[in-house]
Structures are given as structure tokens and as C-alpha cells.
């Protein structure tokens, strides 16, 4: 079975360098020029190797393969890749939280609301207010980060609880930390790759910053009706087994994390003087404009600057040898660079990718009209990320839009290309269904509390019943 794996890789390695470095010698495809197809090759190419390789030297060779391409040079494809100002506001931003996370702010949030008055009133509202406190947090901490605190958290509370994997109030709790960390990531941009990748697409392509604001106005309302439509699910499958005879939660004892010090309390006023930063911005655009003209970067920056240069207690709240080190998934950030390129000479008008693209697909669009165009969009990304790489599908569904919004828009079905390029960031991250999806998906279903047959029936759902949910507040 391996040596017949590493056939299959080697096959598909080879495929993925012929699209990256030889595409436009192949026949050309009609209404697509030699440059178009060389372009077009080394997308196909790409996403091959990130879906059956690796993310990690194929997002390195996909920035070599754009640097060799007739006509551009390797230092405009490493600003657009790591100069770009989305991969940075990421850095930033998981350095913000990873020196939350340090100074134990995070875990104090968190045993706010699961050590409650109400929580310990039954397992079904310690559930509730478990899973709240997942949505509170994840919504401006990187998901990775969100889960593993939580399941630190989940397998502590058990073991207290005298509670052992596979039980129903382990296993419910599972499945609903691991759904929740999805929707809190789609709730907000902040400090969300997949999202922020969507936003800094459309701006790379059209020169147009979406705003916070703008992405909440939808992000919100659809993350909290998520959120109820999970602990109904939850309900649903687990209310019999866990009903009024589940362990007794009112005897729960957890570590208290002692009184906050000087370290964390500014730690926590840093980053909420970041999020009131870009918050306004939205909020004021007229008063703000001259600060929003910096860009988003620059509040997570001046936030890292302020918690490693001032000491506190004798040193500065955020190492940033150790930061960097530990709080930074490199990985990712690479294929982020990578994607982030990659879509930028993909939507170059000078190849005419995009025009192609949308020539092709748009027609089917049309016949479904104005709603059943956003439909398209909605479901395809949705059912794309529960099965693939979230960056993966950001990538490809933002050009998919992009491509077909100018074709639909001759037909008189005008899409905001600022709305397709949330709808994607944002079905890009609810991903619940199978461990191919997403890292923290993949540990939910190996952890032994839950498993893979507990995502897949209570996460496809979920994701069922977020294509209508979507789709009803993009109309509004």
C-alpha cells in the first residue's frame, strides 16, 4: 500500500511540474493565449500539489515557478507573496494572541463563562456555556490556537468530571468545541487566515479594502444563528443519553488561574486598544480615513511593538525570539505567501485567465439569476472546504467568483465583488465535516473523546444547514 502511495505521489509530482513549467507548450485550450495557459497550468499545478502532497516546498516552488514566468521578475512575486500586507497582519496578529495566551488571559476568559453560576446548573447549560466561551474567544484568536486551548480545557474538565472518551457529554462537547472554533472563524477577520486571504485578494485585484465593519455586518448575525443551530444539533443526538442523569456538574472543580498581574492586564488592553482600531475604522471611515490609508496591518504592529518593547515586572509581556518561534505556524504562512501571488497573476487582465474562466462558467450562473448566482458561490465553497484544504478552497473560489462576476454583470445580474469576496473568506472557514478540511477537524475526530463518524454526521449537517443560512443574510 506505501510503495503503491509513492507511486501515486511520484505520478502526480510529475503531472503538477509539467502545469507549472510547461503548460502553454501543451494544445492550447480555445480562447486562452499561450500566457493565459502557462498561468492557468501553474494554478491547476499548484492546487494538485497542495491537495495530494504537501503545503509546505510545493508553496516554495509555486513563488520560484512565478518568478520564471516570461516577463516577471522573482522580487515582484516575493512582494506580492511576503511583502504582502495580509501575510504580515497575520504574523502580527498570532503574535498578539499567542502573548495572551502566555500571560494565561486566554484560560481566564475561558473559566469565566464554563465556572459560571449557569453553567453549573445542568450539562446541557454547562454545554451552552462551554461552547460560548469557544465562540467568544475564537472570534479574534486563530482557530488552531482557539482548539488546542480548548481541548486542553475539554480533557481537563472531564477527568475532574470522572468522564471517559466516548461518553455523551465528552463526545457532544467535542463535536461542538471543534464546529464552533469553525464558526468563530468565520465570524470575524480578525486574526483569521482564510477570511483575510478572501479581503486581500479583492484588494490585490480591484485596489478596494473591504472593512471590518462591512464583513461583520454579515459574518455576526450568521456566526450566533450557526452557533444556535449547533447546540440544536447537539440536543437533537445527544439529549437522551445525556438528559438529567449526566455527571454533576455543580461539583465541578477547576484550577483557579489567581488574580490577574500587571503582565496580562496589559497584555489584554493592547490587544482590545488593536481591535478598537480596526473596529473604527469602519465605524468612521470619514474620520478615520487618514488612519485607515495605513492600511490594517499597522494596529497588530504597533501592538507587538508596545507588549516587547515596554517592560513589565522586569521584562517586555512578549518575547519575540519565543513568539516567533512558538506562536507562528510557518507552514501555513507560507502557503498563504504563496496563494496570496498566485491569485494576483492569476487575475492579471494581461493574461485573460479570468475572462476565460468566467465565459465558461457564468452562463449556468445566469439562468439561476441574481440569488441563485450567490447560491452557486455559497455551496460550492462550503462543500469544497468540508472536504479540502480551507486555503485551498479560498484560492480557488475567489477566482471562480471573480472570474464569473464581470461575464454576469453584461447579463444585467450585478454582484458586488466586495460581498463574493466575504462569502468565500467566510464558507472558506466552516469547515465541520471530515479531517481533510481543517487541522483542529482532523484532532476532534482522532482525540478519542469524539470520532470521524461523529464529525461527519453532526458537522455535514451543520453545513447543510449553512448554505440557507448564508445565502439569507447576503440577500438582506
Known amino acids: 500500500m506505501e510503495k503503491r502511495k509513492g507511486v501515486w505521489n511520484w505520478i502526480i509530482v510529475g503531472v503538477s511540474l509539467i502545469l507549472l513549467f510547461g503548460a502553454d507548450l501543451l494544445p492550447l485550450i480555445p480562447g486562452l493565449g499561450a500566457s493565459g495557459q502557462r498561468v492557468l497550468g501553474l494554478f491547476l499545478g499548484a492546487v494538485m500539489l497542495w491537495l495530494f502532497v504537501d503545503i509546505g516546498w510545493p508553496s516554495a516552488l509555486v513563488i520560484f515557478a512565478l518568478g520564471v514566468l516570461p516577463g516577471v521578475k522573482t522580487g515582484d512575486v516575493l512582494l ?31 473559566l469565566l463563562f464554563i465556572t459560571s453560576r449557569f453553567a453549573r446548573k445542568s450539562p446541557w447549560a454547562f454545554i451552552v456555556m462551554f461552547l460560548l466561551s469557544v465562540l467568544a474567544l475564537g472570534s479574534f484568536i486563530a482557530p488552531t490556537v482557539t482548539f488546542l486551548l480548548f481541548f486542553a480545557l475539554h480533557r481537563e474538565v472531564m477527568e475532574a468530571l470522572g ?8 463526545r457532544a462537547l467535542m463535536v461542538g ?44 448575525p450568521v456566526g450566533i444563528l450557526l452557533f444556535g443551530l449547533t447546540l440544536l444539533l447537539l440536543y437533537l443526538g445527544f439529549r437522551r443519553r445525556i438528559g438529567g442523569r449526566g455527571p454533576e456538574i455543580s461539583k465541578l472543580t477547576l484550577s483557579a488561574p489567581g488574580k490577574p498581574d500587571a503582565r496580562e492586564i496589559f497584555s489584554a488592553v493592547v490587544f482590545l486598544l488593536v481591535v478598537a482600531a480596526w473596529l473604527l475604522a469602519g465605524i468612521l471611515p470619514e474620520r478615520m480615513a487618514p488612519v485607515a490609508a495605513l492600511g490594517t496591518a499597522w494596529p497588530a504592529l504597533l501592538g507587538v511593538i508596545l507588549l516587547s518593547a515596554i517592560p513589565v515586572k522586569g521584562k517586555p509581556v512578549l518575547d519575540l525570539k519565543d513568539g516567533f518561534a512558538r506562536g507562528l505556524n510557518w507552514q501555513s504562512l507560507l502557503l498563504c505567501a504563496a496563494a496570496l501571488a498566485l491569485g494576483k497573476y492569476l487575475t492579471l ?12 462558467i457564468a452562463p449556468p450562473m445566469r439562468s439561476w439569476g441574481y440569488g441563485g448566482a450567490l447560491l452557486v458561490i455559497i455551496a460550492a465553497t462550503l462543500i469544497m472546504t468540508n472536504f479540502l484544504s480551507n486555503i485551498v478552497t479560498t484560492t480557488v473560489m475567489y477566482q471562480v467568483a471573480a472570474s464569473a462576476i464581470p461575464v454576469l454583470a453584461l447579463s444585467g445580474i450585478a454582484i458586488n465583488p466586495a460581498l463574493s469576496a466575504i462569502l468565500v473568506g467566510m464558507c472558506a472557514s466552516l469547515a465541520f465535516a471530515t479531517p481533510p478540511s ?28 449553512s448554505v440557507p443560512v448564508v445565502l439569507a443574510f447576503s440577500l438582506i
Not at 84 to 98: C, G, K, P, Q
Not at 188 to 208: D, K, R
Not at 349 to 360: H, Q
Open 438 to 465: 481543517i487541522a483542529h477537524i482532523a484532532l476532534a475526530a482522532g482525540s478519542g473523546w469524539a470520532g470521524s463518524r461523529d464529525m461527519l454526521l453532526y458537522g455535514g449537517a451543520l453545513a447543510l444547514f
Open 177 to 220: 468545541t471543534a464546529c464552533v472554533t469553525s464558526i468563530s472563524c468565520a465570524m470575524t477577520p480578525i486574526a483569521h487566515t482564510f477570511p483575510l486571504m478572501a479581503l486581500g485578494f479583492h484588494e490585490a485585484a480591484t485596489g478596494e479594502r473591504i472593512s471590518y465593519l462591512s464583513y461583520l455586518q454579515i459574518g455576526l
Open 349 to 360: 487582465p494581461e493574461y485573460g485567465v479570468t475572462d476565460w474562466f468566467g465565459a465558461l
Open 80 to 110: 506580492s507573496s511576503f511583502g504582502n500586507a495580509t501575510v504580515w497582519f497575520l504574523i502580527f496578529s498570532f503574535l498578539l494572541t499567542f502573548a495572551l495566551k502566555e500571560t494565561g488571559f486566554l484560560r481566564r476568559l475561558a
Open 163 to 170: 468522564q471517559k472518551p466516548g461518553d455523551p457529554l465528552a
